[in-house]
């Protein structure tokens, strides 16, 4: 029975100094084998049904041995019906990826259990992967490993074992925002507006377009009114980090009525890729 992740891991440690380089060659395989041969759910995962992800680890530092200072970015994406075009569903950068390293120690998940600073990582983002891509194919239906990325979260402040990024005082883009978000009663129009976005628009656009970006209009409206109560918020910077340019793309061919309301959401709710979107007037 398949797990639920294909996950590509890259260790890049270029930054780092070492006399044995072997270990970030077996850092990286242990991390693969963790994100691809744990599994994550009770869900039955046929092989080409795993979601594709990828796990870019770029080591900072390391100021003693076995400890390891690190940027991750952590992507998913799916594939959307009809066509071969794969979506980004999740991409969000993590810069207090913090952890512990020992080769001696293999890596193992275990359900409500704190066993290292790297596991609880892993899992967190395995969990948050697999809700964001629930979420795209049912309406609100990642909560329940929203739930399991909360757990590991409480697991790691009750046991004071975390480096940082794992409470509201480190800063407002880290991972306890980004879970903060797709659990608060506010964002259900954000999350909802996950499944409209992907099921009911993207995977719509090769059969019916005008009604797809119909529904992708109904999408942004729903992250608008969420990005009026929460203006800067992780999962809303997330969302847009992955799909601006898939947005502009979207429209390039829309009606002109289409192309103008969704230049006026587009630039309202994310003004950072206003440049992307002017182009939709031009056309």
Same mark, same amino acid.
């Given at each position: 029975?398949?797990?639920?992740?294909?996950?590509?891991?890259?260790?890049?440690?270029?930054?780092? &100094?070492?006399?044995?380089?072997?270990?970030?060659?077996?850092? &990286?395989?242990?991390? %693969?084998?963790?994100?691809?041969?744990?599994?994550?759910?009770?869900?039955?995962?046929?092989?080409?049904?795993?979601?594709?992800?990828?796990?870019?680890?770029?080591?900072?530092?390391?100021?003693?041995?076995?400890? @390891?200072? /690190?940027?991750?970015?952590?992507? #998913?994406?799916?594939?959307?019906?009809?066509?071969? +075009?794969?979506?980004?569903?999740? %991409?969000?950068?993590?810069?207090?990826?913090? @952890?512990? +390293?020992?080769?001696?120690?293999?890596?193992?998940? !275990?359900?409500?259990? +704190?066993?290292?600073? =790297?596991? /609880?990582?892993?899992?967190?983002? !395995?969990?948050?992967?697999?809700?964001?891509?629930?979420?795209?194919?049912?309406?609100?239906?990642?909560?329940?490993?929203?739930?399991?990325?909360?757990?590991? =979260?409480?697991?790691?402040? #009750?046991?004071?074992?975390?480096?940082?990024?794992?409470? #509201?005082?480190?800063?407002?883009?880290?991972?306890?925002?980004?879970?903060?978000?797709? &659990?608060?009663?506010?964002?259900?129009?954000?999350?909802? !507006?996950?499944?409209?976005?992907?099921?009911?628009? =993207?995977?719509?656009?090769?059969?019916?377009?005008?009604?797809?970006?119909?529904?992708?209009?109904?999408?942004?409206?729903?992250?608008?009114?969420?990005?009026?109560?929460?203006?800067? /918020?992780?999962?809303?910077? %997330? @969302?847009?980090?992955?799909? #601006?340019?898939?947005?502009?793309?979207?429209?390039?061919?829309?009606?002109?009525?289409?192309? &103008?309301?969704?230049?006026?959401?587009?630039?309202?709710?994310?003004?950072?890729?206003?440049?992307?979107?002017?182009?939709?007037?031009?056309?």
């Amino acid at each position: 029975m398949a797990q639920e992740l294909r996950c590509e891991v890259v260790v890049n440690s270029d930054q780092v &100094q070492a006399t044995d380089r072997q270990v970030f060659q077996e850092m &990286q395989n242990a991390i %693969s084998e963790v994100m691809n041969n744990t599994r994550w759910t009770n869900d039955t995962y046929q092989n080409d049904e795993r979601i594709r992800c990828k796990l870019f680890i770029t080591l900072r530092a390391m100021p003693r041995i076995g400890f @390891f200072e /690190a940027n991750a970015q952590i992507i #998913s994406s799916r594939p959307t019906y009809g066509t071969g +075009y794969e979506t980004t569903v999740l %991409s969000f950068v993590d810069t207090k990826f913090t @952890f512990e +390293y020992n080769q001696a120690q293999p890596l193992q998940f !275990a359900p409500n259990t +704190y066993t290292s600073p =790297l596991t /609880a990582l892993l899992s967190f983002y !395995a969990y948050s992967i697999i809700g964001m891509d629930n979420d795209s194919f049912a309406r609100l239906g990642g909560a329940g490993a929203f739930t399991e990325a909360n757990n590991i =979260l409480n697991l790691v402040n #009750s046991s004071g074992g975390g480096f940082g990024g794992w409470t #509201s005082t480190d800063d407002t883009r880290n991972r306890y925002w980004l879970l903060n978000n797709l &659990q608060d009663p506010q964002f259900e129009p954000f999350r909802a !507006a996950l499944y409209i976005y992907h099921r009911q628009g =993207l995977d719509l656009m090769a059969s019916d377009p005008e009604k797809a970006r119909q529904n992708i209009l109904e999408a942004l409206r729903g992250i608008q009114r969420v990005g009026q109560l929460r203006p800067g /918020a992780a999962a809303i910077r %997330s @969302f847009f980090e992955a799909k #601006s340019t898939e947005l502009a793309n979207a429209f390039n061919t829309a009606t002109p009525a289409q192309k &103008q309301q969704a230049y006026e959401l587009l630039t309202q709710i994310d003004p950072t890729n206003r440049p992307k979107y002017d182009g939709l007037l031009q056309r």
